[in-house]
């Protein structure tokens, strides 16, 4: 008897123990991580001013995680990614943050789209130490000082300006006006043109702001006119880009427009058509209309399956970001935890990683994946060229 009790408190307390230690690594699982799947939380515009710069490079990335899927997903997890609509407002966006950290307990959070909005998130994503891959920005305020916590797969606005005046100084177009968006995108632009224009041998005689969210083009315009610029370099996003061309061009403008690859390409030639000819777009990804390179293959055979896809460059952009995520996750191991993707994205160079032509490389201090920055202009029938 003495021995049979003892034997059943015996077998109890290990029943006890096995129980515990279940429920304390069911406690200690990364949130948006289960045998099944594996979560990804995003914030950015689907509807308002800026929607299709949301659109294109949500559909873009949906597009590389359907093909992982499709072959069995990463280490049998299939990737969801649950986004959610901003409209471009810095205020909803870290609304949205807060819910899917807190609420819908993602495991990461991919693809944020915009300078104002992607600072508004940052003190959620601190408090939570959560990874943000991809950001739709090369603000420098998200770059420096050095965050572990973001990825960074496109190249710098720093690097865009760089390479963008040193074709205004080879084409003689000297005098420069700048139109941007007044807050923290469009004023950092600004400040990074004026501080490195006289270097070009360029002279800055003018500025003008509009508000985030608007196309209330009239005075800028008024106001360019009378400053008689070369060249207006355009700090803003697609709608009031197009509308300052087409109004300008509507009083006999003849000078030059320069945009920053934020804009939205397509969405830009769209409503400009005839009246965007000559008009100039710094990328920061490869030409996505024609397949050079294997990325660009790729991402066109992707495009393929989804009804009404249209290739472009942002679309490109959130292929090439979700193609890099996994090869994170994939990095990570079936013990997925967001130091081990921290620390697996950290291991990506060239010399470990085939990007099909898109090098990327960061860095235990380096998240700075890429610095590939190329020029386009809108030719005839809206098509682009390079």
Request: charged share 20%.
């Amino acid at each position: 008897m003495g021995r049979n009790w003892h034997a059943v408190v015996v077998w109890c307390g290990r029943l006890a123990l096995g129980v515990a230690c279940g429920l304390h690594a069911a406690q200690a699982a990364e949130n948006g991580v289960s045998p099944q799947e594996i979560v990804l939380g995003q914030s950015a515009p689907f509807t308002g001013p800026a929607a299709e710069v949301g659109r294109d490079f949500q559909e873009g990335a949906r597009s590389y995680f359907a093909q992982v899927n499709a072959r069995g997903g990463v280490h049998g997890r299939r990737v969801r990614l649950l986004s959610l609509d901003d409209g471009y407002q810095p205020e909803r966006t870290l609304a949205n943050t807060q819910q899917l950290i807190w609420r819908d307990k993602v495991f990461a959070l991919f693809g944020f789209s915009g300078t104002p909005t992607v600072l508004a998130a940052l003190p959620a994503i601190r408090e939570a130490g959560i990874p943000l891959i991809a950001p739709h920005t090369g603000a420098a305020a998200l770059r420096d000082p050095f965050n572990r916590l973001i990825f960074h797969v496109r190249a710098s606005y720093e690097q865009e300006t760089g390479f963008l005046l040193r074709q205004l100084q080879g084409t003689g177009r000297k005098r420069v006006a700048v139109f941007y968006q007044n807050d923290e995108l469009g004023k950092g632009l600004l400040d990074n043109l004026r501080q490195r224009a006289a270097q070009y041998g360029l002279t800055l005689v003018g500025s003008m702001p509009i508000e985030r969210n608007s196309d209330a083009v009239g005075p800028a315009a008024e106001q360019f006119m009378k400053m008689r610029p070369d060249v207006v370099i355009q700090a803003v996003s697609y709608e009031p880009a197009a509308a300052l061309i087409t109004r300008m061009r509507a009083a006999g403008y003849l000078g030059g427009f320069s945009h920053y690859s934020f804009v939205g390409s397509l969405s830009l030639a769209a409503r400009l058509k005839q009246t965007g000819v000559g008009t100039e777009i710094t990328q920061v990804v490869p030409f996505p209309n024609k397949a050079r390179l294997p990325i660009v293959y790729e991402y066109q055979k992707a495009m393929e399956s989804s009804p009404g896809a249209r290739c472009n460059f942002i679309g490109l952009e959130g292929y090439i970001a979700a193609r890099v995520l996994v090869e994170g996750l994939r990095r990570a191991g079936p013990q997925l935890t967001r130091a081990g993707l921290i620390r697996a994205l950290e291991s990506i160079t060239p010399a470990n990683y085939d990007g099909g032509g898109f090098s990327l490389q960061f860095g235990p201090a380096d998240h700075s994946g890429s610095d590939f920055v190329d020029l386009t202009a809108i030719g005839t029938g809206g098509r682009f060229i390079n």
